[in-house]
């Protein structure tokens, strides 16, 4: 623990997807001269590795069901250990800004006065499908691309999520945390004017060498995901590029 005259000042790091090859230089820096690391659930442990022996770690993790510490609490924690570790990485899965309340913590930092920079990483709903094979635009198959959450918090800014306007307003959609709530999107996907054929993909783990992919329709992807036991954490991908995957793709046993 370093004692400072001042606050010390909180990086907003993105550990990207799992693969320790896809953390940035300046994110790798940071965790080996960091005096302190909040770091959530799905921070891959060969990035962990990474984190300066002689810091502090505190595992803020949240997964369904089981939740570490609320939100609230970890934004109070940082405010606090602020008050005397120099250089505080608060170490978040896929990128910060991208589902990963970085705005949150950001203003919240920002009003208690404390430094606070991001430092982006590379998000899961482009890294998984990339290595599975799987473009999110290509000129012959998709010129657009949404990034929705399939997992929706009460009292969120509104009710739920337009399934019916995504599926009319992009070519490819990428769905975070999705899995749980799988049967309500394909429904609300195809009533709102998809093809029960129409293709869509699930990545487990992506970019980890636990990854593990399944292929489906709207119309099947439900029953296969019952079949085979798939879980959670997951990405997944609808729209013709999944098509490409037989092609471009490596296989990944489940």
Known sequence: MVKTTTLGKVYLLGAGPGDPGLMTLKGKALLETADLVIYDALVSPAILAMINPEAEQINAGKRRGRHSKAQDETTALLIEKAQDHAIIVRLKGGDPFVFGRGGEEMADLRRAGVPVEVIPGITA???????????????GYSCSVTFV???????????????GAIAQGSETIVIYMGLHNLAHITTALQAGGLSADTAIALIRWGTRPEQSELIGTLGTIVAQVEAAQFEAPAVAVVGRVVELQEILGVKHSL
Do not use: C, L, S
Not at 125 to 139: D, F, L, S
Not at 149 to 163: F, L, M, N, S
């Open 149 to 163: 959450t399939g997992h929706e918090a009460a009292g969120k800014y509104r009710p739920q999520v337009d399934w």
């Open 125 to 139: 709903g482009i890294a998984a499908p990339a290595y599975a094979g799987i473009p999110v635009t290509h000129r």
